[in-house]
Every structure is written in C-alpha cells, then in structure tokens.
C-alpha cells in the first residue's frame, strides 16, 4: 500500500502528531501518502505539458483543414476567371493532401509487427 508521510508545511507552531491510518485505509490528520510516482511532486512540468500542448493541437487541427480550403479556393478562382495554372494548382493541392492523410491513417491503423518468438529453451 501507500506509506504515510507528514506535511512539514506547517507554520502555527502546534507540535506534530504522527499519522495513524484508520481501518478503512484512509489516513486522518495531517498526513498525506508517498506517490508511487516521484514525478507526481512535480506539477509545473505538467502544466507545462499541458501548454505546448495546445499550439500543437493548433497546428494539427491547421493541417486538417487549410490545404482543402487553398485547394477548393484555388480551384474555384481558377474556373471563374479561367486561369488554367489555378485549377492544376489546386487538383495537385488535392492530391498531395490526400496522399498525405493517407499515408499518415495507414500508419496510425497498421497492426504492430509482432517480434518473432524463440523456441522455449533456446
């Protein structure tokens, strides 16, 4: 189980009791138990984290979806003022973005290769 610790934290000057656990596993006073994880202790790099998280959600989210709208825009300029270079600009847009996506959810649903096996005893 979890060991118990006391919080040092404590500036009123009362002396300190040491932590007890009750029946039911959960402590009473000022203790608090040691996490399994060291790392636990140390939420600012989970903040942080967290924060470069979101311009990167940003940027993904921006892959999805501004290469079909160039595309669609290019494509429509292209034929309202009849520029041809457009509408080949905007289908090569297309595919590349289509290609892309495919190669990346062909990825990400790929079944992982199993290691082969050693006989038993080798």
């Known amino acids: 189980m979890h060991e118990l610790v006391a ?5 009123s000057g009362e002396p ?5 656990p009750k029946a039911n596993g959960i402590s009473h006073g000022r ?13 600012f790099n ?28 290019l494509i429509s300029k292209g034929l309202s003022r009849g520029v041809t270079a457009y509408v080949v600009a905007g289908a090569i847009l297309g595919a590349l973005w289509l290609l892309m996506l495919y190669a990346f959810t062909r990825s990400l649903f790929r ?12």
Not at 7 to 11: A, G, P, S, V
Not at 33 to 41: F, T, Y
Not at 58 to 66: D, H, L, Q, R, S
Not at 111 to 122: S, W, Y
């Open 7 to 11: 919080d040092d934290d404590d500036d």
């Open 16 to 20: 300190e009791v040491p932590a007890a």
């Open 31 to 43: 203790a608090r138990p040691i996490p399994d994880d060291p790392r636990a202790n140390e939420g």
């Open 46 to 73: 989970y903040i942080l984290a967290g924060l470069l998280a979101l311009p990167m959600l940003a940027f993904g989210f921006g892959a999805i979806v501004v290469p079909p709208a160039v595309m669609i825009t």
């Open 111 to 122: 079944k992982p290769k199993q290691k082969p096996q050693r006989p038993p005893g080798a």
